[in-house]
């Protein structure tokens, strides 16, 4: 199993960037998928997070700004993030809880690889 993320990148203070996380291998099942980001020199922290029933968690500093979606289906996760500010920079790292299909019912936290956003001001 493995995740990987896109769409990080540079943008201005007011803009709006789309992070995608897809998993992909021997999976079974994906009850959660999200979002945590890491600023330097911080503690990585959850932005938001979407079960496979489509039920939101944020963060309280992007709420209103910030949009999860995820496509079932694609095993994809996205992050739809408007009128980004300076404090959004971090690498944002995607996961996923996901049952595999190795004969037991064990669910795993898989991590992508981390996308670094900077906004600038």
């Known amino acids: 199993v493995q995740l990987q993320a896109f769409g990080g990148g540079l943008v201005q203070a007011g803009g709006s960037l789309r992070l995608s996380c897809a998993a992909s291998?021997?999976?079974?099942?994906?009850?959660?998928m999200g979002w945590y980001r890491q600023a330097p020199g911080k503690q990585r922290d959850l932005v938001a997070d979407?079960?496979?029933?489509?039920?939101?968690n944020y963060a309280d500093s992007v709420k209103g700004r910030f949009t999860v979606s995820r496509d079932n289906a694609k095993n994809t996760v996205y992050l739809q993030m408007n009128s980004l500010k300076p404090e959004d920079t971090a690498v944002y790292y995607c996961y996923a809880n996901i049952r595999p299909y190795d004969g037991t019912s064990v669910v795993y936290r898989w991590w992508g690889q981390g996308t670094l956003v900077t906004v600038s001001s």
């Open positions: 291998g021997s999976i079974k099942s994906i009850n959660v």
């Open positions: 979407i079960t496979s029933g489509g039920i939101t």
